[in-house]
């Protein structure tokens, strides 16, 4: 039985979004253990959940309420998040949409924000899908290579995405594209521009989407496109200036997926410690042992102190203040917590650790990706050394 996690002391101020909380994990209690089991066999998306979460209003919360959403800050949507994975299942499913629509609501025309942000805040359209990563660019976002060219009242897009997540579960796709080669760009990082691609229109009309077998996030596809015509009236913003729009989306990013690992820190560690009081091994409960107890007792100091850092950054985001530095480090430490914590719940476990009726090795398996993606630690750390530190840059 998981205690409730208020159950342990929390650094965190006890009011902090309560409400939110609580309805999240009335939530989540309809989609126990056993949904989350039979979707990661069947590779399926949880397309129930993802509904509920919509029609609940969580998925809209960044969303202002001009434009239908709930106008609430990125503490109360890392909150819910944290509850979906403290309560056993994955926002990975539908994370995206929160924070993707930043883009528009930032850079996007009074048209485009008119015409999308409503649709996407009820549901009607989901915004899921972010293409940025390639194949022979990785982590070094100037160097991709898919082409928007302008032709009359269209941009005609050629080239791949890889690591696409939710493709097959998107109405929208947030595209970045090269509108200037990057050797005739001024900088690296000009000449890059956004578009929202509709991807109904799209699909088989220069839109091909193929899934890519993962040990996780099931809905991960990679995207080709072959002349594909994106009207003119898509592009968001300036032509050009994409990668700074992409760039300021990014601590929303990472401050969520901090917010995501500290929810499956709790859940690994409430497991482990429920566990360790239970197991009676050599006459004795195995949490009686130094050797099991100390590991879950340090998994809760590390995701204690990851959790101040989440909500530091996300406390100087909604100021609007800069928040580069601790937006990176929350992710880092957080996602260190979570796979810390999960190593520590399954090695407690024993042998059951591996069985997939406990979902301890789900959990472990869907929390490692965290250290890799959307951004993987040594680039935190190289921003880090750079950007914080003063040390010359890396790479
Ligand atoms: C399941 C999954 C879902 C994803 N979903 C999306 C999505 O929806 N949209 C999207 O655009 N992308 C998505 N990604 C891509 C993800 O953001 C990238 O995988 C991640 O940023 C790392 O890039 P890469 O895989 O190209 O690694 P690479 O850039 O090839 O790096 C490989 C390794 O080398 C290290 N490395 C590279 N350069 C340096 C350096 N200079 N110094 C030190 N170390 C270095 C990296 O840290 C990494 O460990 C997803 C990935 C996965 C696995």
Request: contains cysteine; glycine residues 10%; charged residues 20%.
């Amino acid at each position: 039985m998981l205690l409730e996690p208020r159950a342990m002391a929390d650094a965190r101020p006890p009011e902090e979004h309560a409400d939110i909380r609580e309805g999240v994990r009335a939530l989540c209690a309809h989609y126990p253990g056993e949904y989350w089991r039979k979707l990661d066999r069947e590779r399926a998306y949880p397309t129930e959940f993802v509904r509920a979460l919509t029609e609940a209003g969580y998925l809209g919360c960044l969303i202002p309420e001009a434009f239908g959403g709930s106008g609430l800050g990125i503490g109360a949507a890392a909150a819910i998040l944290e509850e979906v994975h403290a309560s056993g299942g994955n926002g990975a499913a539908c994370h995206a949409q929160m924070y993707t629509m930043g883009t528009i609501l930032r850079h996007g025309s009074p048209a485009q924000k008119q015409r999308f942000l409503p649709e996407i805040a009820a549901g009607r359209l989901r915004l899921q899908a972010f293409g940025v990563t390639e194949p022979t660019a990785g982590t070094d976002t100037t160097a991709i290579r898919t082409a928007a060219v302008k032709k009359g009242g269209a941009y005609i897009v050629n080239g791949q995405k890889v690591w696409t997540s939710r493709a097959e579960h998107s109405d929208l796709m947030l595209l970045l594209a090269r509108t200037t080669p990057r050797e005739q760009a001024k900088r690296k990082t000009e000449g890059l521009s956004v578009f929202l691609v509709d991807m109904r229109a799209a699909l088989g009309k220069g839109l091909t989407i193929r899934p890519i077998r993962t040990m996780i996030n099931h809905a991960t596809t990679e995207v080709f496109f072959d002349n594909l015509e994106v009207p003119a009236e898509h592009l968001i913003g300036e032509e050009g200036a994409g990668f700074r729009y992409i760039l300021d989306g990014m601590n929303a990013e990472r401050i969520l997926i901090a917010a995501e690992c500290i929810g499956d820190a709790r859940w690994f560690i409430a497991r482990a410690r429920d566990y360790a009081k239970e197991r009676v091994v050599f006459g004795r409960p195995i949490g009686q042992n130094q050797g099991i107890q100390f590991p879950i007792a340090r998994a809760y100091a590390q995701s204690q102190a990851a959790a101040l850092m989440v909500m530091r950054a996300a406390s100087l985001y909604e100021a609007g203040a800069p928040c580069g530095a601790e937006a990176n480090m929350a992710k880092m430490l957080a996602s260190e917590a979570s796979w810390f914590a999960a190593d520590t719940c399954l090695q407690t476990h024993g042998g059951f650790g591996f069985a997939e009726d406990y979902d301890i090795e789900r959990k472990f398996r869907e929390t490692r990706l965290y250290q890799v993606a959307p951004i993987s630690t040594n680039l935190i750390l190289a921003y880090i050394a750079e950007h914080v530190l003063g040390l010359p840059r890396s790479y």
